[in-house]
């Protein structure tokens, strides 16, 4: 006997089925933006997703602020208003290096930008260094030209991630006299 086509009834009733399944199976699972379930923050529960992502460590390298909104994590170092007026900067007048700036910051990416400006004192010169947690970071400079460096911070990033590091800006006058000035203008992580 030839096989005969199946009733268009039959055909779309199993259509149906399999559209019924599939829109199951899509709404059972979890929806992407909401990685974690409603907590409590003192007595008050927080019905917003949280979203939170982990590197292959389980350190936290991004998570939003559920209570105002925005970023909570990474923290994201912003420079203060400097003097624009290199008599107003950071200075030496000594002639072996001095740390003259100090900062500390956390650590959230392997990599780091540094610009520094500096400048000498008429007739003078001299030179301008960075260390990051002691360690040389980037070249030596000559006073009156732009500190510009990128990259990778001292250590282990996987047993560093969160910690605090130091950057110390030195300089040295390399003339009898003068003074050298050095003002950060731009500090900010990077990925590698």
């Not at 624009?84 to 780091?112: E, Y």
């Not at 400048?119 to 002691?134: C, E, F, I, N, Y």
């Not at 950060?184 to 990925?191: E, N, R, T, V």
Request: glycine share 8%; aromatic share 6%; charged share 15%.
């Amino acid at each position: 006997m030839p096989k005969l086509p199946e009733d268009i009834i039959d055909r779309l009733n199993d259509m149906e089925r399999r559209l019924k399944a599939l829109s199951t199976a899509v709404n059972t699972r979890p929806a992407v933006n909401e990685i974690r379930p409603p907590t409590q923050s003192g007595s008050v529960t927080i019905n917003r997703p949280l979203f939170r992502i982990f590197d292959g460590y389980n350190h936290e390298i991004f998570a939003d602020d559920i209570m105002t909104g925005g970023l909570a994590r990474p923290w994201l170092q912003l420079m203060p208003p400097l003097a624009s007026d290199p008599a107003k900067w950071p200075s030496t007048t000594s002639t072996a290096f001095t740390t003259i700036a100090r900062c500390s910051n956390p650590i959230w990416q392997p990599k780091l930008r540094l610009a520094v400006n500096t400048a000498a004192s008429s007739g003078a010169s001299g030179q301008v260094r960075v260390l990051v947690d002691g360690v040389a970071f980037g070249p030596t400079v000559t006073a009156g030209t732009t500190y510009d460096h990128t990259g990778l911070l001292p250590g282990d990033m996987k047993t560093r991630f969160g910690q605090t590091m130091t950057i110390e800006i030195q300089a040295v006058v390399t003339t009898t006299s003068g003074t050298v000035y050095a003002q950060p203008a731009l500090i900010h992580g990077m990925q590698t």
